[in-house]
C-alpha cells in the first residue's frame, strides 16, 4: 500500500476504542488464555517494558511495518521476533519514553523523528514476567536503520500488504513455557514464525487497521 494513502488512512486510528484482549486472545493458544485467568498478574510485581510499532515507506513508497531479529543469548526471548523496544530504565519518563529510546539504540530512529499515533493495550509476558506496553509510530521521513549489533540479529521489514494478508495467518507446533508441544496461532512473514506477546500485539494492530484501511 503507498505510504502516503496508508498515511491518510492510518491517522483514524487515533479516535478508536482499544480491541484490547479480545484480540490478544485471538492469537494465544487456549491453555495461555486460561492460565492468565487463573493467576493474579499485578501481585506477580511484573517488569515495565515499552516497545515500538514502527511504520515507515521504503524507497519504492510501500507501507513497511518494522520487526527485529533478536540475537542469540542465554535468555527466554534469544532468537525471536519482536518490535524494538525494552526494558525501563531510571532515566525514562513514562514508557513511551522507553519505547522511544530503545528504538533509538537498537535500530538507529531518532525519538523526534518519531510521530506516536496510539498507545495500545499491555500484554504481560510469563517466561520474563514483563507487563509490555505497545505504541504505534509513524516514521514519515525514514534514514538508514542502523543496528545495535549486540541485541538485534537482522531487521524483518515486513509489507504492510504481507501483515494483513489472513493467509499469513497459521498455526505452529511449539513448546512454550507452559506446555510442550502444542499448536500456537502465529504470522508467517518474510519466512519468520511471529508468535507470542508480539504475535498478541500484531492482532490488535491488524484490528485497528482494518477499520480504517
Known amino acids: 500500500m503507498d505510504f502516503k494513502e496508508f498515511y491518510q488512512?492510518?491517522?483514524k486510528i487515533k479516535n478508536l476504542p482499544l480491541p484490547g484482549e479480545d484480540s490478544h486472545h485471538k492469537m494465544s493458544p487456549a491453555m495461555r488464555v486460561q492460565w492468565l485467568k487463573s493467576n493474579e498478574i499485578r501481585k506477580m510485581n511484573p517488569k515495565k517494558a515499552g516497545v515500538m510499532a514502527l511504520f515507515y515507506p521504503d524507497l519504492d513508497f510501500e507501507t513497511r511495518l518494522l520487526l527485529i531479529l533478536r540475537k542469540t543469548y542465554n535468555g527466554v526471548h534469544s532468537n525471536q521476533i519482536g518490535f524494538p523496544g525494552g526494558k525501563v530504565e531510571s532515566q525514562d519518563k513514562g514508557l513511551l519514553d522507553t519505547a522511544l529510546r530503545e528504538t533509538h539504540e537498537e535500530v538507529g530512529v531518532s525519538p523526534d523523528a518519531v510521530e506516536v499515533l496510539k498507545e495500545l493495550s499491555e500484554v504481560y509476558i510469563p517466561p520474563s514476567n514483563f507487563m509490555v506496553k505497545p505504541?504505534?509510530?509513524?516514521y514519515n521521513n525514514p534514514r538508514p536503520f542502523t543496528i545495535q549489533e549486540s541485541e538485534v540479529e537482522a531487521l524483518v521489514e515486513v509489507y504492510l500488504k504481507d501483515f494483513l494478508d489472513n493467509s499469513n495467518l497459521i498455526q505452529e507446533n511449539l513448546t512454550t513455557s507452559y506446555a510442550q508441544n502444542i499448536n500456537v496461532p502465529a504470522y508467517k512473514l518474510n519466512d519468520y514464525v511471529?508468535?507470542?506477546?508480539?504475535?498478541?500485539?500484531?492482532?490488535?494492530?491488524?484490528?485497528?487497521?482494518?477499520q480504517v484501511l
Open 9 to 11: 488512512q492510518v491517522l
Open 135 to 138: 505504541f504505534i509510530g509513524i
Open 194 to 210: 511471529v508468535w507470542g506477546a508480539t504475535a498478541m500485539m500484531m492482532s490488535e494492530i491488524k484490528e485497528l487497521l482494518e
